[in-house]
């Protein structure tokens, strides 16, 4: 198995305000028209996490499908818009549970960990209509504890105590 610094230079990775490292490989060519303004039909990024990372809890405006494509299995943290809490293993081990693909829809605030030591994944997001900065919203302990107590455990484990500036 390749390392993840291998990964990071050969895909030209760099680091993610979110944690983890990324590079823009797709882009859709037509357009729409969204409530944040307009968008292109999607786009598709490479992401690797380390397990000493935190993707931290972030939230889009549009669905995020996510692959994975080498290294050990990521587990997606989401909290769906009706307060419920989900954690879905994106991986190949299906008898573990794990999932090829796994989609957070929009509007889920969400953040991914590696659980194994020592290790890292890769994975590609794709997101429709396309991801802009614009529709990005990166979230406080804080600012999540008021709204979700009674997900304290994951959102002190997966949230920014302060906002990275």
Request: aromatic share 14%; glycine share 8%; hydrophobic share 35%.
């Amino acid at each position: 198995m390749q390392s993840a610094q291998y990964y990071i230079e050969q895909l030209q990775l760099a680091a993610h305000p979110e944690g983890g490292y990324y590079a823009s490989t797709f882009r859709g060519d037509g357009s729409i028209e969204t409530a944040s303004g307009v968008r292109p039909y999607y786009t598709s990024i490479y992401f690797l996490l380390k397990s000493e990372e935190i993707s931290h809890l972030h939230r889009l405006q549009s669905d995020e499908l996510w692959y994975f494509h080498a290294g050990s299995p990521l587990t997606v943290h989401m909290i769906y818009p009706d307060g419920t809490y989900e954690a879905k293993k994106l991986g190949l081990n299906i008898e573990a549970g794990e999932q090829p693909q796994v989609l957070v829809p929009k509007h889920t605030i969400f953040g991914s960990s590696v659980d194994d030591a020592d290790t890292f994944s890769l994975v590609g997001c794709m997101v429709s209509p396309g991801f802009d900065f614009e529709d990005f919203e990166l979230y406080t302990q804080q600012v999540l504890m008021a709204d979700y107590p009674q997900h304290e455990a994951v959102i002190r484990k997966m949230a920014y105590e302060k906002l990275p500036e």
